[in-house]
């Protein structure tokens, strides 16, 4: 580090030497301890002190600064934070919000927000049916995942979805917010045919997954799409208490035969020790097999009675 260097005056010919210290012989007038140091007046800019008091206080005052202009700032950025939210909201109610004012369609639709343990359940009504959005969370290949999920009033079918995303590669797994993409899970039911909650599966075109629902995977985006996938089972589990408030409602809609008989009791009623085994068939084999009354499924349950 250079120190900062002194004025040396000589007091006979009055020649400056700027240094660390004086010469012992004046150049210009050849006399020996003659040089005098001059003190300046005031601060010295060219201290070592005078350069970190100086830093400092300009660290001080841009802190300052830009604590103000944040605080100045923060209502327009929570503004512009709940617009998003909202317009992401509507992409899942499939609202085309092009021509329109985006904040003053979502508060037409959305009338209700539900807190379910800190997760929040967006009520919409689109044309007279009530509708559920719910937040997602998760992590994709390079960074966090998210998106908003819409249920009919069943709290069963998907209505519509979107997606959104941190970092995912371009072209393949940020292809997740595509049209292509998120029309696939339209008309999808998150509940099996005995009306668990079993999620929507996301898999490669060919694989089956046993006992749910499914939508193919975008080609080279494998890590993604199972982060999809992950996160829409993991937070539907943290949705539970909503979903399985009136459960029996599920359970109705699929369509019940009970030893080669039509059941339009409850399930609960029959006694698990009575069942020999049970039968669910998926919507398109359901109707082919026993008609439009089984479109949304059908359980089959055979008796150890009806056995013997």
Same mark, same amino acid.
């Given at each position: 580090?250079?120190?900062?260097?002194?004025?040396?005056?000589?007091?006979?010919?009055?020649?400056?030497?700027?240094?660390?210290?004086?010469?012992?012989?004046?150049?210009?007038?050849?006399?020996?301890?003659?040089?005098?140091?001059?003190?300046?007046?005031?601060?010295?800019?060219?201290?070592?002190?005078?350069?970190?008091?100086?830093?400092?206080?300009?660290?001080?005052?841009?802190?300052?600064?830009?604590?103000?202009?944040?605080?100045?700032?923060?209502?327009?950025?929570?503004?512009?934070?709940?617009?998003?939210?909202?317009?992401?909201?509507?992409?899942?109610?499939?609202?085309?919000?092009?021509?329109?004012?985006?904040?003053?369609?979502?508060?037409?639709? /959305?009338?209700?927000? &539900?807190?379910? *343990?800190? $997760?929040?359940?967006?009520?919409?009504?689109? %044309?007279?049916?009530?509708? #559920? +959005?719910?937040?997602?969370?998760?992590?994709?290949?390079?960074?966090?995942?998210?998106?908003?999920?819409?249920?009919?009033?069943?709290?069963?079918?998907?209505?519509?979805?979107?997606?959104?995303?941190?970092?995912?590669?371009?072209?393949?797994?940020?292809?997740?917010?595509?049209?292509?993409?998120?029309?696939?899970?339209?008309?999808?039911?998150?509940?099996?045919?005995?009306?668990?909650?079993?999620?929507?599966?996301?898999?490669?075109?060919?694989?089956?997954?046993?006992?749910?629902?499914?939508?193919?995977?975008?080609?080279?985006?494998?890590?993604?799409?199972?982060? /999809?996938?992950?996160? &829409?089972?993991? *937070?539907? $589990?943290?949705?539970?208490?909503?979903?399985? %408030?009136?459960?029996?409602? #599920? +359970?109705?809609?699929?369509?019940?035969?009970?030893?080669?008989?039509?059941?339009?009791?409850?399930?609960?009623?029959?006694?698990?020790?009575?069942?020999?085994?049970?039968?669910?068939?998926?919507?398109?084999?359901?109707?082919?097999?026993?008609?439009?009354?089984?479109?949304?499924?059908?359980?089959?349950?055979?008796?150890?009675?009806?056995?013997?």
């Amino acid at each position: 580090m250079n120190m900062a260097q002194k004025k040396f005056v000589c007091s006979v010919c009055g020649y400056v030497h700027n240094g660390d210290k004086a010469p012992e012989v004046c150049p210009v007038c050849k006399q020996s301890g003659v040089f005098v140091e001059e003190k300046k007046k005031g601060l010295d800019t060219n201290s070592n002190v005078y350069t970190i008091v100086y830093a400092s206080i300009i660290v001080v005052i841009v802190a300052v600064l830009l604590a103000l202009v944040s605080q100045v700032l923060s209502p327009r950025q929570e503004a512009n934070r709940l617009l998003d939210q909202q317009k992401q909201i509507l992409v899942a109610l499939n609202q085309n919000y092009d021509n329109t004012d985006p904040a003053a369609l979502y508060l037409s639709l /959305v009338n209700d927000t &539900i807190d379910v *343990n800190g $997760a929040p359940v967006f009520v919409a009504n689109i %044309e007279g049916n009530t509708k #559920y +959005v719910l937040k997602l969370h998760g992590a994709g290949l390079w960074g966090g995942i998210g998106g908003y999920l819409a249920l009919d009033a069943d709290k069963n079918t998907i209505y519509g979805v979107n997606f959104n995303h941190e970092s995912e590669t371009p072209g393949l797994g940020a292809e997740i917010v595509t049209e292509k993409f998120r029309t696939q899970f339209f008309g999808k039911h998150i509940r099996n045919a005995a009306g668990e909650v079993v999620s929507v599966a996301v898999l490669k075109a060919g694989k089956m997954a046993e006992g749910q629902e499914q939508v193919d995977a975008l080609s080279g985006a494998t890590i993604t799409c199972d982060g /999809v996938s992950t996160m &829409i089972a993991t *937070n539907l $589990a943290e949705y539970a208490e909503f979903l399985n %408030e009136d459960s029996n409602v #599920y +359970v109705k809609t699929a369509f019940v035969l009970l030893d080669g008989e039509v059941y339009e009791g409850e399930l609960e009623a029959i006694d698990p020790a009575t069942i020999e085994h049970i039968t669910v068939l998926k919507d398109s084999i359901a109707v082919a097999t026993y008609g439009e009354a089984a479109k949304d499924g059908a359980i089959v349950i055979t008796t150890k009675k009806s056995e013997e």
